[in-house]
């Protein structure tokens, strides 16, 4: 069975970092690339971030793109999300999600429960 | 970037209607969408990828119908734990964008 758990998320002040770790079980994680996704309250759901199987690919929305960094250990299973200068309209939930595979044209098929950030004084 | 829109924004129906929720691209991105149903507090959950391909284990009162630029999400006969908001999204290139989403509840 897929499992994708998030960690890290707390309440962090404006301009501040926050490093988000997902890990993950259940397949062979260094075949599949992986995604963060992001929710603000009462809010739709933003794509964030993506990177490959390997980790040598790496995509970024233009809102975080130069502030969050995202990277992946295969010999832990664990993807992560460094997020630098953070903002107020940082604050959501954050999910990972796996895609089907690992090159382009694959759909996200599974997600984690999410972890919240909130960025605030 | 490509930009995803849905209609209706929230309707309501009745258990035991169908329904179907529109998404317009802005430009063509062949079969490369798919559709999740989010719940409140809880993740997101595919339904639909490939534009028509239906996820395992979904009830096959889902379908999903289009290609290039205008897809459908159909749901034929709706039960109780279908009412929950549902998001399109493309993944023909990054960035990935999501659709903002249509909310259905309950007449």
């Known amino acids: 069975e897929v499992q994708l758990l998030e960690s890290g998320g707390t309440r962090v002040q404006p301009g501040g970092s926050l490093r988000l770790s997902c890990e993950v079980s259940?397949?062979?994680?260094?075949?599949?690339?992986m995604n963060w996704v992001r929710q603000a309250p009462g809010k739709g759901l933003e794509w964030v971030s993506s990177?490959?199987?390997?980790?040598?690919?790496?995509y970024y929305a233009d809102s975080v793109k130069g502030r969050f960094t995202i990277f992946r250990d295969n010999s832990k299973n664990t993807l992560y999300l460094q997020m630098d200068s953070l903002r107020a309209e940082d604050t959501a939930v954050y999910y990972c999600a796996k895609d089907r595979g690992s090159g382009w044209y694959n759909n996200i098929d599974s997600w984690g429960q999410g972890t919240l950030v909130t960025v605030s004084s | 970037a490509i930009r995803m829109t849905q209609s209706p924004s929230s309707f309501s129906a009745s258990t035991g209607d169908r329904v179907t929720i529109t998404c317009r691209a802005s430009q063509g991105i062949s079969s490369y969408l798919a559709w999740f149903q989010q719940k409140p507090g809880k993740a997101p959950k595919l339904l639909i990828y490939a534009a028509s391909t239906l996820e395992n284990g979904v009830p096959s009162r889902f379908s999903g119908g289009g290609s290039g630029t205008d897809f459908t999400l159909t749901i034929s006969c709706l039960q109780s734990e279908d009412f929950a908001t549902y998001y399109c999204q493309q993944y023909y290139n990054y960035p990935y964008t999501f659709g903002q989403g249509t909310k259905l509840e309950i007449k």
């Open positions: 259940g397949f062979t994680f260094s075949s599949y690339a």
């Open positions: 990177i490959s199987g390997s980790g040598g690919s790496t």
